[in-house]
């Protein structure tokens, strides 16, 4: 899955989990998220005024988020990670800022051998997309440290 992105579904099915966002201008947050990012408006929910009451954002298959208009809290603290794979990320944090609205940090590549794309949209609410990187790219001592622990926790000799 390190080179080749999933589909994106159009499925409806019941969600292990998802993401439920109070914004406080729903186009603009809608917008960021499909135009800025790389996610689609799976379906909108009317209210009844016939005004938005609640939008459906998928990225890959169970990365969704709802979008709801209302008081936002602003997201400072909240931090929403979606897988990516390598390729996708400097294309993705480029189309981001070139959209404008939020703000783009990265991708850089982080001490547990991941490259990560963080993104912030208007109401403050964090995505972080986390890509494995490359093979000659990972630090080896990290690699040894995680296959030592995974062997210590399951009492494996070595």
């Known amino acids: 899955m390190d080179s080749i992105p999933a589909e994106i579904s159009r499925d409806i099915y019941g969600m292990p989990a998802f993401v439920s966002l109070t914004v406080s201008d729903l186009d603009r947050t809608v917008d960021w998220y499909v135009n800025g990012l790389d996610f689609i408006s799976l379906f909108t929910v009317p209210g009844p005024g016939g005004e938005p009451a609640l939008v459906h954002l998928r990225r890959w298959r169970y990365q969704d988020i709802l979008v709801r208009p209302g008081k936002a809290d602003t997201g400072q603290g909240w931090t929403i990670g979606m897988m990516a794979t390598l390729e996708q990320l400097d294309a993705l944090a480029e189309r981001a800022r070139a959209h404008g609205g939020g703000t783009v940090d990265g991708p850089a590549d982080t001490p547990w051998n991941t490259r990560d794309l963080r993104v ?10 986390t890509a494995r990187r490359a093979e000659g790219d990972r630090d080896a001592r990290f690699n040894a440290m995680m296959e030592e622990e995974g062997r210590r926790q399951l009492g494996t000799p070595e």
């Not at 912030?120 to 997309?129: A, L, R």
């Open 120 to 129: 912030t949209d208007p109401d403050g609410y964090t995505v972080v997309y």
